[in-house]
């Protein structure tokens, strides 16, 4: 059985945001139980939630290599 996979810009920024939680929460870190885990991720979330420029940072940057923003002007 073959599963196969579409990325539409959706699910691609999705895991671009996953992937920044990941980063931020447990990237070299070390969790004694599960429960140390998730707090650490939901403290991220939380932090995106009260800080939006880091998520929409993260939109920005892969609409513009999708062709659906114009490049930014250096």
Known sequence: MTIELQFTPEIIDT????????RDATHCKYFPTFDDLRNSVIKTFEKFMRNATKVL????????SAGLLPALEI
């Open 57 to 64: 940072a993260v939109m920005k940057k892969l609409r513009q």
């Open 15 to 22: 895991l671009k945001l996953w992937r920044k939680t990941k």
